[in-house]
């Protein structure tokens, strides 16, 4: 069984939090044999997948700074039975096509299991080209309904779990006639779908407009028109913020003064730069707790930062920090970096603490819970929590 402790309440510590020897040093003991081409006693290889190119590249650097703290401060407490572990990083771009050529560069480089996938378009066909290859997958970002039982583990919420806590949003705001649009790409799709899928079902509010912009265009008049004809109350954008931010300032502009919500792959503070200043009021997001949302982070935080350069994190850095930490229980557990072993003991863990919580995975490798709230724009663009939803 895996302690329970919460890492956010330990004492402070000059950049490693206590939990994480607690939760790496206890459990089974013996050694760890190596897998594929690892030499026993070298370093453990975790391969992330990330865009570090092209216009998600922010989210790379987040997700490797994340990572890269959580390999600091288990190879300080030790390692893995004695082994350091070792980041190996490649670019997906969040394009289908770069992902499986960057996948297919991670499997040569030898590495023991995968801590990337940020757009799930991109994430999605480098699934098969791990699994081939026996390397483990925990997923810290990309969400997308589509990844759901294929074999990879995913610490982010789902996008039935997002679609269900907008729903539960929208349906306390009392809105009668709701608008969803999204860009197109597997992740905002699904989203899209799903909210006005399980929006329908529930029977809350209506859903009078469901569309699509092409996240390569700069005017959406056409699809701002249509939602402004459609008389809507409130607005589920899917999509990423480059095209968030231009639709929704344009959506303002052309008069819609009522609720905008957006999804997790539009909170960040860029959002609020290419929406302007003034266009983001009333603007809410559904994404998972961000490290200054979190009771106790500032030793995490300060840690980041160190490893940063003097960089705040932004999403899904604590999400990355906590893939290195599953991955790096489930080889301890294991006694191995064998991927059956480890994929084995990974399912099997019960109370890791993470920034969601307690760690419980479903049968079929997600989360038993999505942790999702509502943020909303703050201080400088940046988005602060505005409700957890909890009753």
């Not at 969040?94 to 030898?110: E, N, Y």
Request: with cysteine; charged share 20%.
């Amino acid at each position: 069984m895996t302690s329970s402790t919460n890492p956010w309440r330990r004492a402070p510590a000059a950049i490693s939090l206590a939990a994480v020897a607690t939760l790496l040093l206890a459990g089974c003991g013996g050694g760890i044999g190596g897998s594929g081409t690892e030499t026993e006693g070298g370093p453990i290889k975790l391969g992330m997948l990330a865009p570090f190119s092209g216009s998600e590249a922010a989210f790379g650097d987040y997700m490797q700074n994340g990572a890269e703290l959580a390999i600091q401060e288990i190879n300080d407490d030790g390692g893995i039975d004695g082994r350091q572990l070792e980041l190996v990083v490649e670019d997906d771009a969040c394009d289908a096509t770069a992902s499986v050529a960057a996948a297919q560069k991670l499997v040569t480089a030898g590495i023991d299991a995968s801590v990337g996938g940020y757009c799930s378009g991109a994430t999605l066909p480098t699934i098969p080209v791990f699994k081939d290859a026996g390397i483990p997958m925990v997923i810290p970002a990309a969400n997308s309904n589509a990844i759901v039982g294929q074999g990879a583990f995913m610490i982010n919420g789902t996008g039935t779990q997002q679609a269900e806590a907008a729903i539960k949003f929208a349906t306390e705001l009392g809105v009668t006639k709701v608008a969803a649009v999204n860009d197109q790409t597997d992740y905002s799709k699904d989203l899209a779908d799903t909210f006005v899928g399980d929006a329908e079902e529930a029977g809350s509010f209506k859903v009078v407009h469901d569309g699509a912009v092409n996240p390569a265009d700069k005017d959406f008049s056409a699809n701002v028109k249509a939602v402004i004809d459609a008389d809507p109350e409130f607005v589920y954008w899917t999509g990423y913020y480059q095209a968030g931010g231009l639709l929704t300032r344009q959506l303002r502009e052309a008069g819609f003064e009522g609720t905008i919500l957006v999804g997790d792959g539009t909170v960040d503070a860029q959002f609020a730069e290419i929406a302007g200043d003034g266009f983001t009021d009333d603007v809410f997001g559904t994404f998972t707790k961000t490290p200054d949302m979190l009771e106790g982070a500032d030793d995490w935080i300060a840690g980041y930062k160190k490893i940063s350069g003097g960089k705040e994190p932004g999403p899904y850095s604590i999400q990355s920090y906590d893939a290195v930490r599953v991955v790096a229980e489930g080889m301890k557990e294991a006694g191995s970096t064998e991927g059956d072993a480890v994929n084995t003991a990974i399912a099997a863990i019960d109370g890791l603490e993470l920034s969601s919580g307690p760690l419980k995975f479903t049968d079929d490798r997600t989360l038993s819970g999505g942790g999702f709230v509502i943020v909303t724009v703050g201080p400088e663009g940046s988005f602060v929590l505005h409700d957890d939803l909890q009753d």
